[in-house]
């Protein structure tokens, strides 16, 4: 029988990672079993690649249905990752010996329905939501998720991370006594309540698929087989060559669904191994972590030299006598907590005091730095890329664009086949997290142009792996991307910022779906101003979409059913408005209106001007938003220029006060000054109202009035003066013929003849009839 020794570690654990190498260098192993993914043991021999450079990770995922996946993350203190090399540079045989992803990723495994899709990382759910850091385990049947967590709370730790970092990653030396400790410590927690049945079968099934994998190398040909599994599994795995154990686990495996699965290694970072990522499995300190494994002697003057030097970079106080101070200090805090050499918790405090001064800011940039990191990962060129990689590479070539060449400037005529495909490819890589691609003003005339400038930056190959979780293509993984963004949307105006996203980036079938959720939200929605902030981008789209070749039918007819619901509902949300509130009501109605006018449809118009009349005869509405209201209708032409003096002479009238008026006079006027300049008499009227007011009064009104004519231009508010200034304080044009100025109006003719060409010749007929 050979000699078999189960290592239980921790994934990510440089602790853990010291002391198994020093158990494999005594141990000498010629066969290496391995907790992780059998679907990828031909992977296996590129971790001693020249070019591979961790962090990375394997992905197993089915070929038909890339979003059906699971990631394997590798930093270099990793244990597995530093099995794997011992093993490969000893000549040892690896093998994963994990249940294959085959079964785990086909239909139909584990009790009850079918197995839905989605990604995972190390055989676990990707978590949709981020969990905060030293969240304890919310129920006894989550021991198996965080079995140190349970050991934590005993000994006085806010969680197992800390815990564990405390007693075995930061410990100084190599303890090979450690995994006989863990087995015990891992023995006593299983005896706990099992978790929910679908974890149950799963782990069993997995343990089962190990246990086998123990007895076939052990009836093989080798001597020492050690097995490096998570602490969790070591009981389980200790009982391989139990009485009855091997017919139970035959049982066990027997009849599981298969499918066909692929793998490939991908770049990781550090960032993406953190457990701030959603990694169930992750570290709190990637960088810190890396630090240890590296310079395990003088990892605390590592640290902080490396903390000091940061900070320098960022023009920030960081003396050599304030890094020996930190030193001093974090040797201190280790000393009172009874702790061989300081640990993270000490070097952040010391920083804090010491480097930082108790400001957050800085301490915010060393530990996104020299925390958790920005480490990035490298894989060998020729090995396996994962699809939306090999998608990304495929719609380069086709479009001639190269992600590594210098950033410039890109500018796309849309009505080219090429240019418009590389808008949809630009577009779709923004959704997935790549924005290569920075979208800027184009010069010259017309729609049919966009400018872009691209740069690009290495690190975005990560997200381009991550994005394999949700398609197998750029273009599923974008639609996916954006589906999940609008099941998590609240407002109307979100989904219709997202469906303008989905045109640009050619993705009609993940539009569809994004319209009909929206257009049922918006029919239960009581928001008025939710769907007035939706329109004026979907109005857009209606109208300039065909440039991009878009079927924008769907959203016009959403825009013919938002508008009625908005104007049905806009005075009524309009009552009972603060300053603050009025300001942005009356931003959404002049957005609103330029949508309505943009579309040119006589119903809308009409529909929308309706409303506006509605608004503009209430009272007890805010009068910035009735003044803007009047304004727009008479822009329109809707009302003439004698009921618009009607109603500003009503507006400013005694009776109802000067502040309102004051506000209505703000809505009225508010970035545009041409309404005083040609309207006939407005001018006058409102000259008369200032001019009337007494003087606390006028001293009081006098900044509000003088911040609405601060939004008219410069041009505008001369011509006001100098319309004041003239006798009787008339517009130009606004007193009749006295008005106009022959000499002034005939320097324009020479330049009229040249644009509208020679006067025709007279008839004799017309000759006649003139005399």
Same mark, same amino acid.
């Given at each position: 029988m050979p000699d078999i020794r189960l290592f239980g570690i921790r994934h990510h654990g440089p602790g853990s990672a010291r002391s198994l190498r020093a158990a494999l260098a005594d141990f000498a192993p010629d066969c290496l079993l391995i907790e992780g993914p059998p679907d990828a043991d031909a992977l296996i021999p590129l971790v001693a690649h020249e070019a591979m450079a961790p962090p990375v990770a394997l992905l197993v995922y089915r070929p038909d249905r890339p979003r059906d996946c699971a990631f394997f993350p590798f930093a270099a203190f990793s244990p597995e990752w530093v099995a794997m090399r011992h093993g490969l540079s000893a000549g040892a045989t690896i093998r994963f010996i994990d249940l294959p992803h085959a079964i785990q990723l086909a239909d139909g495994f584990g009790p009850g329905s079918e197995r839905p899709e989605g990604a995972s990382i190390d055989g676990e759910p990707v978590a949709e939501v981020a969990a905060e850091p030293g969240d304890p385990s919310p129920a006894p049947a989550a021991i198996r998720r965080d079995p140190l967590g349970e050991l934590a709370a005993a000994a006085g730790y806010p969680d197992g991370e800390r815990w564990w970092d405390a007693l075995v990653e930061s410990r100084a030396g190599a303890d090979g006594d450690v995994f006989a400790a863990i087995g015990e410590a891992m023995g006593a927690l299983r005896e706990g309540p099992d978790p929910n049945p679908e974890d149950a079968f799963r782990e069993e099934a997995r343990e089962a698929h190990m246990r086998a994998a123990i007895r076939k190398a052990a009836k093989e040909e080798f001597s020492r087989i050690a097995v490096i599994c998570g602490a969790w599994h070591v009981p389980a795995l200790a009982r391989h060559d139990a009485k009855g154990q091997a017919s139970a686990d035959t049982a066990t495996l027997k009849g599981l669904p298969k499918t066909k699965v692929a793998a490939a290694w991908?770049?990781?970072?550090?960032?993406?191994?953190?457990?701030?990522s959603g990694y169930r499995a992750g570290v709190l300190s990637p960088e810190w972590y890396d630090t240890l494994w590296h310079h395990e002697e003088r990892v605390a003057a590592r640290w902080l030299a490396r903390a000091a030097a940061l900070l320098r970079e960022e023009d920030l106080d960081a003396s050599p006598a304030s890094v020996i101070e930190a030193a001093r200090l974090a040797e201190a805090l280790a000393a009172f907590r009874g702790r061989s050499r300081p640990s993270l918790d000490d070097l952040d405090e010391a920083v804090q005091a010491t480097l930082c001064f108790a400001d957050p800011a800085p301490m915010g940039l060393i530990r996104a730095k020299l925390v958790i990191g920005e480490r990035l990962g490298a894989t060998p060129p020729d090995s396996p890329g994962t699809p939306v990689e090999a998608d990304f590479e495929v719609q380069c070539k086709r479009l001639r664009l190269k992600p590594g060449a210098a950033a410039g400037d890109l500018v796309l005529d849309l009505r080219k086949e090429t240019d418009l495909a590389r808008s949809h490819f630009l577009n779709r890589l923004a959704l997935i997290g790549v924005p290569w691609g920075t979208r800027r003003e184009a010069r010259g005339r017309g729609t049919f142009k966009e400018a872009w400038f691209l740069a690009w930056q290495p690190d975005w190959v990560v997200e381009l792996v991550a994005a394999s979780a949700e398609g197998g293509t750029v273009a599923e993984a974008a639609a996916s991307r954006v589906r999940t963004r609008a099941r998590g949307a609240q407002r109307v105006a979100e989904l219709s910022g997202l469906i303008g996203t989905l045109l640009d980036a050619d993705l009609p079938e993940a539009t569809a779906r994004v319209v009909r959720a929206l257009d049922d939200r918006a029919a239960v929605s009581a928001d008025v101003f939710d769907l007035m902030d939706a329109l004026p981008a979907l109005a857009d789209l209606a109208r300039y979409g065909s440039v991009r070749s878009s079927d924008t039918a769907p959203v016009l007819a959403l825009v013919r059913g938002l508008v009625p619901r908005a104007a049905a509902g806009l005075v009524a949300a309009c009552q009972s408005l603060d300053d603050d509130a009025a300001k942005a009501a009356k931003q959404r109605i002049v957005a609103v209106s330029g949508a309505v006018a943009l579309l040119e449809d006589p119903a809308l118009k009409e529909t929308w001007q309706e409303a506006l009349r509605a608004l503009a005869g209430q009272d007890h509405v805010h009068g910035r938003v009735v003044g803007r209201a009047v304004r727009l209708l008479f822009d329109e032409r809707a009302i003439a220029a004698e009921e618009a003096g009607t109603r500003l002479r009503l507006a400013l009238s005694r009776a109802t006060g000067a502040v309102p008026?004051?506000?209505?006079?703000?809505?009225?006027?508010?970035?545009? /000054?041409? &309404?005083?300049?040609?309207?006939?008499? *407005?001018? /006058?009227? &409102?000259?008369?109202?200032?001019?009337? *007011?007494?003087e606390a009064l006028f001293t009081e009104l006098l900044p509000l009035v003088r911040r609405t004519f601060a939004t008219l231009a410069p041009a505008e508010r001369r011509a006001v003066g100098e319309a004041l200034a003239r006798p009787g304080g008339t517009a130009p044009g606004a007193g009749g013929p006295e008005g106009f100025d022959a000499r002034r109006a005939a320097s324009v003719l020479p330049i009229l003849r040249l644009l509208l060409g020679p006067e025709p010749a007279e008839t004799s007929a017309e000759t006649g009839d003139a005399a």
């Open positions: 991908a770049p990781w970072s550090y960032e993406r191994l953190a457990t701030a008026a004051a506000a209505w006079i703000e809505g009225f006027l508010e970035e545009s /000054g041409t &309404v005083l300049i040609h309207g006939q008499g *407005l001018l /006058g009227i &409102v000259d008369d109202w200032l001019s009337s *007011l007494d």
